[in-house]
């Protein structure tokens, strides 16, 4: 059964038991070296930084998109509670171009092409990417990318939105009247035969499901006709109107609905 998302208090903040559903999976170790890739700030960097040696932080966007006045603003994935189903800020400037940095990390949050890190290869044991794969470019090139900075005995974590193998692309129509640019939601093979398909093993799969409140995810849309045609589609599945794919329910008086999201570890291949 789904169960509230209650925070946990950690040193430098709470945690929500989804992020520490995540941070589990990831297994930081006390020596990791770790890079986190993010559509604009996201909450790994501070989780991790407690649990490892050192964290660098990369706040990218893809050349094509940066600058951009058409795309929205970042979706946020921290909004409103989460019950977790057992069984982040504005765009980044214009990428960078690639340097070969011989230090190796750096230290510091920079602005990058997740496509064109600039770090050489195998600098990072830990390398991870939340919620961000697919705002960031071509997906299979990240892929690349994020396993080129990946050392050999590394491991690259990918925490991202799915569908069921037999699930239908229904959710993705209420995905995309939320944000026409939503680029589609991948089933859980699909993702995972981009990552060995980008060079990388995979190690570890963590599918499962969340409930979340509707209105803080609604916070988020293009605008508020968008918003209301959300509300109309949900609300009239659960009074036995059309399946969304999103399984609206009722919980406190609330209207919620759920999303699949998958934890990926993969090592890359020699």
């Known amino acids: 059964m789904p169960h509230p998302a209650t925070a946990i208090q950690e040193s430098g903040g709470a945690i929500a038991p989804h992020l ?8 930081p170790r006390p020596g990791d070296v770790c890079l986190d890739v993010a559509r604009g700030h996201g909450p790994m960097p501070a989780a991790l930084r407690p649990r490892v040696r050192h964290v660098t932080a990369v706040e990218a966007l893809p050349a094509s998109t940066a600058g951009s006045g058409n795309r929205m603003a970042t979706v946020t994935f ?31 949050r ?55 193998n037999l699930a239908g692309p229904d959710r993705d129509r209420i995905e995309r009247l939320r944000d026409p640019d939503h ?11 981009m990552v060995t398909s980008a060079g990388g093993s995979i190690r570890r ?9 509707v209105e803080p995810w609604l ?11 959300i509300r109309e589609a949900l609300t009239a599945e659960v009074d ?31």
């Open 205 to 213: 799969l963590d599918v499962f499901t969340v409930e979340r409140p």
């Open 78 to 108: 921290g909004t409103g509670p989460v019950r977790i189903a057992d069984g982040d800020p504005p765009p980044a400037p214009a990428p960078v171009e690639r340097p070969t940095i011989a230090g190796g990390p750096d230290g510091t």
């Open 183 to 193: 680029p589609g939601t991948p089933s859980i093979a699909r993702l995972t035969e």
């Open 20 to 27: 520490r559903r995540l941070l589990e999976f990831v297994e």
């Open 240 to 270: 036995g109107g059309p399946r969304t794919g999103a399984k609206p329910r009722i919980i406190g008086g609330e209207l919620w609905f759920t999303q699949s999201w998958a934890h990926v570890a993969a090592e890359p291949i020699p």
């Open 219 to 229: 916070d988020g849309a293009r605008d508020g006709a968008a918003a209301d045609r």
């Open 110 to 164: 920079v602005r990058a092409d997740a496509a064109a890190l600039p770090y050489r290869d195998n600098a990072f044991s830990l390398v991870t990417a939340r919620f961000s794969l697919y705002n960031l470019g071509d997906p299979q090139d990240v892929l690349r990318e994020l396993l080129r900075v990946c050392a050999p005995a590394g491991r690259l974590v990918i925490a991202d939105l799915v569908r069921g």
